[in-house]
Nanobody, 122 residues
């Protein structure tokens, strides 16, 4: 399967901003939602934000509410994660994923992943 491709990671000082992008293959009708996840060293992967493809639903983890914004382009093949007011605890590898079946913030079936992009906040 062709994977999702993330970009936009990097190093930034606390309080700074980054915008991550994720390009998904195929037509948007093949996926129900897309989401951003992150995994810090020694920790489990956690969901950050989810956006549904065909309905106006977005979900955020409490740790990023008010600071991060998930959005998609008009063609719905690219998803963005605008990250503002970054904190050192946001440091992690960020992964994009898509799914053919989703419920609220959960990706349930047909999940595809990207390779990840590193975000470091100091």
């Amino acid at each position: 399967h062709v994977q999702l491709v993330e970009s936009g990671g990097g190093s930034v000082q606390a309080g700074g901003s980054l915008r991550l992008s994720c390009v998904a293959p195929g037509h948007y009708s093949t996926r129900s939602c897309m989401g951003w996840f992150r995994q810090a060293p020694g920790k489990e992967r956690e969901g950050v934000a989810t956006i549904h493809t065909s309905i106006p639903d977005v979900y955020y983890d409490d740790s990023v509410k008010g600071r991060f914004t998930i959005s998609q382009n008009n063609n719905k093949n690219t998803v963005y994660l605008q990250m503002n007011s970054l904190k050192p605890e946001d440091t992690a590898m960020y992964y994009c994923a898509s799914a053919t079946s989703c419920r609220d913030r959960e990706l349930l079936e047909g999940i595809r992943w990207g390779q990840g992009t590193q975000v470091t906040v100091s």
